[in-house]
C-alpha cells in the first residue's frame, strides 16, 4: 500500500522567513497530494492540494510543487507570520475511494 | 452550505465499556465519509471509509466498527474499549476523489 513520509518532524523559522516542508510517496499510481493545517486542540484545514497533472500551485504565500518522477512534493510558505505556527500534515491520495495517507506531521514554528 | 458534525465533542469511558461515535453531514448528497484516529501528537490513521449507505471499508483490524443506516451518517462503534482506543476521532467528507473536510473531532480518552 501507499506509505508517506514527511520531513522534517519540527521546523522553527523566524518570522518573515521561508519554510519547506517535504514528502515522498511510494505508490505512483497516487494522484492528489492535500496538505492540512493543523493548530493545537482543532481540526486539521486543508490549506492547499495539488493533482498529478499539475507541477505546481500557488495561492498567496502558500505554494506547493510536485516531481512525479521522483515521487516527492512539497509545501513552500513565504513571508512566515507567527500565526503559520501549527502542525502541517501532508497526504497522497489514489482510486475512487480518496482515501487519503497521511505523513506524520510538522511542527512549525515561527519566532516573532 | 456543507456542514460536518461531530458528538460528543470529548469522552471518557473506562476500559471494557462500549463506544459510540456519530458523525453527520449537511448540505450534500451522497458523500463519501472517512473516520480517522489521531494518537496524541501523532498522525492521522485511515480507520474506515464509506461510498455509500450500507458500504464499509475498513483499514486497520482492530475492535471498532463502522456504519452507515443513512445517507449522511456515519458511526464509529466498539464493543469494548481498549487503553488504546484512546485518542483524538475525527471524521471527514468528501464529495469527489479529493477535497475531503474534517469535521470537529471527538476527544476520547478510556481510563
Known amino acids: 500500500g501507499e506509505n508517506v513520509e514527511q520531513h522534517p518532524s519540527t521546523l522553527s523559522v523566524q518570522e518573515g522567513d521561508s519554510a519547506v516542508i517535504k514528502c515522498t510517496y511510494s505508490?505512483?499510481?497516487?494522484?492528489?497530494f492535500p496538505w492540512y493545517k493543523q493548530e493545537l486542540g482543532k481540526r486539521p484545514q486543508l490549506i492547499i492540494d495539488?493533482?498529478?497533472?499539475?507541477g505546481e500551485k500557488k495561492d498567496q504565500r502558500i505554494a506547493v510543487t510536485l516531481n512525479k518522477t521522483a515521487k516527492h512534493f512539497s509545501l513552500h510558505i513565504t513571508e512566515t507570520q507567527p500565526e503559520d505556527s501549527a502542525v502541517y500534515f501532508c497526504?497522497?491520495?489514489?482510486?475512487?475511494?480518496?482515501?487519503?495517507?497521511f505523513g506524520q506531521g510538522t511542527t512549525l514554528q515561527v519566532k516573532p | 452550505s456543507q456542514t460536518i458534525h461531530q458528538w460528543p465533542a470529548t469522552l471518557v469511558q473506562p476500559v471494557g465499556s462500549p463506544l459510540s461515535l456519530e458523525c453527520t453531514v449537511e448540505g450534500t448528497s451522497n458523500p463519501n465519509l472517512y473516520w480517522y484516529r489521531q494518537a496524541a501528537g501523532r498522525g492521522l490513521q485511515l480507520l474506515f471509509y464509506?461510498?455509500?449507505?450500507?458500504?464499509i471499508s475498513s483499514e486497520v483490524p482492530q475492535n471498532l466498527s463502522a456504519s452507515r443506516p443513512q445517507d449522511r451518517q456515519f458511526i464509529l462503534s466498539s464493543k469494548k474499549l481498549l487503553l488504546s482506543d484512546s485518542g483524538f476521532y475525527l471524521c471527514?467528507?468528501?464529495?469527489?476523489?479529493?477535497?475531503?473536510?474534517f469535521g470537529p473531532g471527538t476527544r476520547l480518552t478510556v481510563t
Open positions: 497526504a497522497a491520495s489514489q482510486g475512487a475511494t480518496g482515501k487519503l495517507i
Open positions: 495539488i493533482r498529478s497533472n499539475v
Open positions: 505508490d505512483s499510481a497516487s494522484n492528489y
Open positions: 471527514a467528507w468528501s464529495v469527489s476523489v479529493y477535497e475531503q473536510y
Open positions: 464509506s461510498v455509500g449507505i450500507g458500504q
